[in-house]
């Protein structure tokens, strides 16, 4: 069946059950294993580029640079331009939630330690991984 041939209010309940799914997860650990369980490689590379391309839009990159960096097609870049220069808050409130974790993790995988003296400051590496990132 193609999915337009699915009603509307289906489809709205089809993804709010994934998006409720999603939220239920603890960590990033959760979220990845659910999101390796529901999706091919190639759906969540597909969803992956789409959420780079809106990152980088929102950084003020080209949709020329984008293409180069990321080696995808002009038409998936214009795709998510459109629905990014339709609304942009959302994708803001995306690039906030990334920039959270990016940084709790940086500040859980590395803590600053200092010796006696000023000159033996150092970083040690702690065995805290990405998936051990708490839902923000």
């Known amino acids: 069946m193609d999915i337009r ?7 709205d309940t089809a993804f709010y059950y994934f998006i409720t799914i999603l939220l239920a997860a603890k960590n990033v650990g959760d979220a990845i294993e659910i999101a390796n369980s529901i999706f091919s490689e190639s ?3 597909s969803i992956g580029r789409r959420l ?3 990152y980088y839009l929102g950084e003020g990159k080209t949709s020329t640079e984008i293409i180069e960096m ?4 002009k038409d998936t870049v214009s795709k ?6 339709k609304s942009t ?6 690039i906030k939630k990334h920039s959270n974790i990016k ?16 000159a033996f400051k150092y970083t040690e590496e702690t065995d805290f991984s990405f998936k051990d990132v708490k839902r923000s």
Do not use: C, H, M, W
């Open 89 to 94: 808050q959302p994708f803001e409130n995306l």
């Open 52 to 54: 780079e391309i809106a």
């Open 5 to 11: 041939d699915y009603p509307k209010n289906y489809k």
């Open 43 to 45: 759906e969540r590379l």
């Open 80 to 85: 998510v331009s459109n629905l990014y220069n």
């Open 70 to 73: 990321l080696k995808t097609s």
């Open 103 to 118: 940084n709790e993790y940086k500040n859980n995988k590395y803590i600053k330690k200092e010796g006696s003296i000023l």
